[in-house]
């Protein structure tokens, strides 16, 4: 503001006229006191107008005006555009309407919350929930997501992320043991979780043996025999879960030739589970199996060779059905070796991958008609089986045949293949004769 009333001490009331644009001081015109000083002001009964009509005119000279102001007989009152005191109410108005708003949608999230809140309250402590009995079944190694879902899923718990916060603040998941449990969906949080650490839990398990060579199909008929899961499950699990292993990662998903994603994969051993385990968690010891048996080193080695663990996979699974003797899996992976470097026999021609192609309908696995390696395995193949795909002995080998004895026999050239053949089949005959054939 450019102009200030200045009241002295005595009663009349005496405008100054002040400098419109006042000079600022480089320094304070006042040293700064102890205590304000207690100024007393004089004011005619009318000297309100007058103020009023000042702080009038300093608001005016904020926005960029020049007040009107008559020096000599005082400041004159100010006259104020209609228009703008329209503007201002509409800004106060405008101002109110959305205070209004913020404050109608602040109270309805409020609203929202507290509902939610009371839901989850009255679910984690057991109120209004049916009074019924359940069975459930925990898989091992189950995460919390997955306790939670199975538990909403057996009609326990109606707010999962109620029940998820209270698993993680007690760290539940820790406690819970796999199996199959009754429990009664009006428990409260604390008795489901009581009841899910193992007193009380029924389940039965069973150990199986997978021999190498097994298929998948294989694989899974064993498992359904025994009561671990159902086939649909198992084979839904087999092929559309994303499991999170580095092997799987890399297999490739862009070959529609390929029957099946994980074939080759479910590593041959001895396994413990139990019945009604789930299906994610009966494959996921198979691959966690075959994740630690293909080491690190093998990987390189693979690579280092121009082959992919899967390329790696393929060819073993060949290799374990060609022979169970790691002596002659060594040759025989030479051989095939050989073959997918040679320019003149650039096909594999192995049986066992025609056996394969022709019980699937899949010509593309046949490998005495397309040369190369197939889409992928056709059988899981065992840790011998790798070793020889991945280091095979170093020979000239380009065929090899064999006999009902169990004899192998290796040629460098077609003309001493065909004299194996002739030899073998000799053999042959006479295991024939001696069995009555």
């Given at each position: 503001?450019?102009e200030?009333?200045?009241?002295?001490?005595?009663?009349?009331?005496i405008?100054?006229d002040?400098?419109?644009?006042?000079?600022?001081?480089?320094?304070?015109?006042?040293?700064?006191?102890?205590?304000?000083?207690?100024?007393?002001?004089?004011?005619?009964?009318?000297?309100?107008?007058?103020?009023?009509?000042?702080?009038?005119?300093?608001?005016?000279?904020?926005?960029?005006?020049?007040?009107?102001?008559?020096?000599?007989?005082?400041?004159?009152?100010?006259?104020?555009?209609?228009?703008?005191?329209?503007?201002?109410?509409k800004?106060?108005?405008?101002?109110?309407?959305?205070s209004?708003?913020?404050?109608?949608?602040?109270?309805?999230?409020?609203?929202?919350?507290?509902?939610?809140?009371?839901?989850?309250?009255?679910?984690?402590?057991?109120?209004?929930?049916?009074?019924?009995?359940?069975?459930?079944?925990?898989?091992?190694?189950?995460?919390?997501?997955?306790?939670?879902?199975?538990?909403?899923?057996?009609?326990a718990?109606?707010?999962?992320?109620?029940?998820?916060?209270?698993?993680?603040?007690?760290?539940?998941?820790?406690?819970?043991?796999?199996?199959?449990?009754?429990?009664?969906?009006?428990?409260?949080?604390?008795?489901?979780?009581?009841?899910?650490?193992g007193?009380?839990?029924?389940?039965?398990?069973?150990?199986?043996?997978?021999?190498?060579?097994?298929?998948?199909?294989?694989?899974?008929?064993?498992?359904?025999?025994?009561?671990?899961?159902?086939?649909?499950?198992?084979?839904?699990?087999?092929?559309?879960?994303?499991?999170?292993?580095?092997?799987?990662?890399?297999?490739?998903?862009?070959?529609?030739?390929?029957?099946?994603?994980?074939?080759?994969?479910?590593?041959?051993?001895?396994y413990?589970?139990?019945?009604?385990?789930?299906?994610?968690?009966?494959?996921?010891?198979?691959?966690?199996?075959?994740?630690?048996?293909?080491?690190?080193?093998?990987?390189?080695?693979?690579?280092?060779?121009?082959?992919?663990?899967?390329?790696?996979?393929?060819?073993?699974?060949?290799?374990?059905?060609?022979?169970?003797?790691?002596?002659?899996?060594?040759?025989?992976?030479?051989?095939?070796?050989?073959?997918?470097?040679?320019?003149?026999?650039?096909?594999?021609?192995?049986?066992?991958?025609?056996?394969?192609?022709?019980?699937?309908?899949?010509?593309?696995?046949?490998?005495?008609?397309?040369?190369?390696?197939?889409?992928?395995?056709?059988?899981?193949?065992?840790?011998?089986?790798?070793?020889?795909?991945?280091?095979?002995?170093?020979?000239?080998?380009?065929?090899?045949?064999?006999?009902?004895?169990?004899?192998?026999?290796?040629?460098?050239?077609?003309?001493?293949?065909?004299?194996?053949?002739?030899?073998?089949?000799?053999?042959?005959?006479?295991?024939?004769a001696?069995?009555?054939?």
């Amino acid at each position: 503001m450019n102009e200030n009333p200045n009241y002295p001490a005595d009663d009349k009331d005496i405008p100054v006229d002040l400098p419109k644009d006042p000079e600022i001081p480089a320094e304070p015109l006042f040293e700064p006191m102890d205590q304000p000083p207690e100024f007393k002001v004089n004011i005619k009964e009318d000297a309100g107008d007058e103020m009023t009509d000042l702080f009038e005119l300093a608001n005016e000279d904020d926005e960029g005006e020049t007040p009107d102001v008559n020096t000599a007989n005082g400041p004159a009152k100010k006259k104020l555009d209609g228009n703008k005191k329209k503007k201002e109410n509409k800004v106060l108005y405008g101002g109110c309407a959305k205070s209004l708003i913020y404050a109608v949608v602040i109270i309805g999230v409020s609203l929202l919350l507290s509902f939610v809140l009371l839901l989850g309250i009255n679910d984690m402590v057991g109120l209004v929930k049916p009074d019924a009995e359940v069975t459930i079944t925990i898989p091992e190694g189950a995460t919390t997501d997955q306790v939670v879902q199975i538990v909403k899923d057996s009609g326990a718990v109606s707010q999962p992320l109620f029940f998820k916060l209270y698993m993680s603040l007690t760290k539940s998941t820790e406690k819970i043991e796999p199996g199959e449990y009754t429990i009664n969906t009006n428990y409260d949080y604390m008795r489901i979780i009581s009841s899910l650490k193992g007193a009380g839990a029924t389940y039965e398990t069973v150990e199986l043996n997978f021999p190498e060579g097994f298929t998948l199909e294989q694989i899974v008929d064993r498992l359904v025999e025994n009561g671990v899961n159902t086939r649909e499950a198992l084979m839904n699990s087999l092929q559309n879960t994303e499991f999170e292993y580095d092997l799987v990662k890399d297999i490739p998903t862009d070959d529609p030739d390929r029957l099946t994603k994980l074939e080759g994969y479910l590593f041959p051993d001895t396994y413990e589970f139990y019945k009604g385990e789930a299906p994610d968690s009966v494959i996921g010891k198979f691959l966690a199996n075959t994740e630690k048996k293909i080491t690190a080193e093998m990987r390189e080695q693979a690579k280092a060779s121009g082959m992919t663990v899967d390329e790696l996979l393929t060819l073993a699974s060949v290799i374990q059905e060609e022979s169970g003797e790691y002596e002659q899996m060594l040759k025989i992976s030479s051989v095939f070796h050989n073959r997918l470097n040679s320019r003149e026999f650039p096909r594999l021609e192995s049986d066992p991958t025609t056996e394969y192609a022709q019980a699937h309908n899949a010509a593309a696995y046949d490998t005495y008609q397309v040369a190369g390696l197939m889409p992928g395995p056709i059988c899981n193949p065992g840790i011998e089986a790798i070793l020889a795909a991945l280091s095979p002995d170093q020979t000239n080998y380009l065929f090899f045949v064999t006999d009902l004895k169990g004899n192998y026999y290796y040629a460098t050239t077609y003309n001493a293949h065909l004299k194996n053949i002739q030899t073998a089949e000799a053999i042959d005959n006479e295991v024939k004769a001696s069995s009555g054939q």
